[in-house]
């Protein structure tokens, strides 16, 4: 799945709702230029 996202609060907002579902041994890529709130 591709998920477009516009600025660092959006990606925030994602990884807010995505790890509590996360498991041990689950993987993400996030990819995007440098400031976007990926670390």
Not at 8 to 28: F, K, N, S, Y
Request: hydrophobic fraction near 50%.
């Amino acid at each position: 799945m591709r998920i477009a996202l516009e600025d660092a609060e959006a990606t925030g907002r994602l990884g807010a709702v995505i790890a509590p579902l996360l498991q041990r041994g689950d993987a993400l890529l996030l990819l995007g230029p440098l400031g976007m709130g990926k670390s």
